[in-house]
């Protein structure tokens, strides 16, 4: 039987399944780019339709991937070089009139970023499946400034959990000192001979 989910976990969860859907939407782009810059060598294809679906694509992969970087913040874990195999791309013509090294090159370092998109959607997969279980999951939100806000699904925070256990401490003491009557004179003495309480 599922965990009936508060409002933070339900809040979390949507987080996350926008999460997914954006980083699935970057990895079919992804593929779409690789599909349109494979097929550009056949017999027969019409280049210029080609040239400039891979404009399109690539212009498309530049905005959702800003987009992306910032939404998932912690969670981002796609490879580095993605933007830069994009832009080194600049169009269809150029990437086929390097060496053949140098399209088997580009291909290898598209490969490796397909990779990484994958375990990145794939973490944050697991993140939603355990937030639909009800596990308490920790999610960073980036704010205008660009740092990073932790938000979690019902949890404390541990800054909270310390100032809660400080709190706590200061209580026992406090009730000690009331309940138990050689305490509470030992600590009335202390009070007296500071000067805080009369004699």
Same mark, same amino acid.
């Given at each position: *039987?599922?965990?009936?989910? =508060?409002?933070?976990? #339900?809040?979390?969860?949507? +987080? /996350?399944?926008?999460?997914?859907? *954006?980083?699935?939407?970057? *990895?079919?782009?992804? /593929? !779409?780019? =690789? ?5 550009? &060598?056949? &017999? ?12 399109? #694509? ?9 987009? /992306?970087?910032?939404? /998932? ?9 993605? *933007? %830069? #195999? ?5 169009? !269809? ?53 660009? %740092?990073? @806000? ?5 949890? @404390?925070?541990? %800054? +909270?959990?310390?100032?809660?256990? @400080? !709190?706590?401490?200061?209580? $026992? ?6 309940? @138990?009557? &050689? $305490? ?12 805080? #309480?009369?004699?």
């Amino acid at each position: *039987m599922a965990k009936k989910l =508060n409002k933070k976990q #339900i809040k979390v969860l949507e +987080t /996350l399944e926008r999460r997914v859907n *954006m980083c699935r939407e970057f *990895m079919n782009d992804w /593929l !779409l780019f =690789n599909q349109i810059l494979s097929a550009y &060598p056949s &017999p027969g294809v019409n280049k210029a339709q080609l040239e400039n679906q891979f404009l399109k #694509i690539k212009s498309k992969l530049a905005r959702e991937h800003n987009v /992306l970087k910032d939404q /998932l913040s912690s969670d981002y874990g796609i490879d580095a070089n993605t *933007m %830069s #195999i994009v832009a080194g791309a600049t169009n !269809l013509e150029s990437v086929y009139s390097q060496s053949e090294v140098a399209v088997k090159k580009l291909q290898g370092e598209w490969h490796h970023a397909f990779i990484s998109i994958n375990e990145t959607l794939g973490s944050i997969e697991d993140k939603k499946a355990r937030a639909e279980a009800g596990e308490k999951i920790f999610l960073e939100f980036t704010v205008g400034t660009g %740092s990073a @806000v932790k938000s979690g699904g019902g949890g @404390v925070s541990e %800054s +909270t959990k310390k100032l809660l256990t @400080v !709190l706590g401490v200061i209580v $026992v003491v406090v009730v000690i000192a009331v309940v @138990v009557p &050689p $305490v509470r004179e030992y600590f009335l003495e202390g009070f007296r001979q500071f000067g805080i #309480i009369e004699r």
